[in-house]
């Protein structure tokens, strides 16, 4: 596709029951950012990747928290035993190269997570 | 936490006036981005500066990068009700980051 694709747009879960989220980064994008975004908040950043290496993941906030990218494409952020705290809006984001600051990442829709 | 400041947290503007939003950080700025977001949906990449008093323009949304490197400004000339929504500032704050920071973001909304 011509840009980021996330799905689903809504998710509605019940405490304790676990989640998977979906991200399609654009086409031969090297490297794949996953982002929480609480209320009223900027984006914060969770875990990279570049191709299938997650290279970072420290800002996962507990380890119910899991990203995977097997294909070096298509990421599954994956929430465990959810709770409260973890609804927010998961953003996705893809750049073309590492390092190269005059890449922009670019971002998919969000999935909006609501734990009830 | 937030390592960016942005300013205003809001604005309301009447349509065709102008408006600026500023992002501020105690520490270089190693890439500065602006991003726009409307509500439930993605960030839109709007402008990047790297270089200190790099200055950008598309349409009539301009921004700066100051001389420091610690300070973003984002113009808007003679607002439409098109630019409403949250303006974020994102920025690498280390030399080599590759993680965005970003402000909490300044709400836009224009008055017809």
């Known amino acids: 596709g011509a840009g980021v694709s996330q799905s689903p747009r809504y998710k509605v879960a019940k405490r304790g029951q676990d989640v998977a989220l979906r991200c399609d980064p654009i086409?031969?994008?090297?490297?794949l950012f996953w982002y929480q975004q609480a209320l009223g908040q900027g984006p914060e950043f969770l875990t990279y990747?570049?191709?299938?290496?997650?290279?970072?993941k420290s800002g996962l906030p507990s380890d119910r928290f899991f990203a995977e990218r097997p294909e070096g494409s298509v990421s599954t952020l994956k929430i465990q035993r959810t709770q409260q705290e973890d609804s927010a809006v998961y953003l996705c984001?893809?750049?073309?190269?590492?390092?190269?600051?005059?890449?922009?990442?670019?971002f998919g829709d969000g999935t909006r997570l609501s734990i009830l | 936490s937030q390592e960016l400041e942005q300013s205003p947290q809001s604005l309301i503007v009447q349509e065709g006036k102008n408006l600026t939003i500023n992002c501020t950080s105690s520490?270089?700025?190693?890439?500065l981005y602006w991003y726009k977001q409307k509500y439930g949906e993605g960030l839109i990449f709007l402008m990047m500066?790297?270089?200190?008093?790099e200055e950008k323009s598309h349409e009539k949304i301009t921004a700066k990068l100051d001389e420091k490197k610690q300070q973003s400004s984002l113009h808007i000339t003679a607002s439409q009700p098109s630019h409403a929504g949250i303006y974020l500032c994102?920025?690498?704050?280390?030399?080599?980051?590759?993680?965005?920071?970003f402000g909490a973001g300044t709400t836009v909304t224009v008055r017809a």
């Open positions: 984001a893809s750049s073309l190269v590492l390092g190269q600051r005059n890449q922009p990442q670019h």
């Open positions: 086409s031969g994008h090297v490297s």
């Open positions: 990747f570049q191709n299938e290496a997650q290279l970072d």
């Open positions: 520490k270089t700025l190693y890439g």
């Open positions: 500066l790297q270089k200190g008093g």
């Open positions: 994102g920025a690498f704050l280390r030399s080599n980051d590759y993680k965005l920071s």
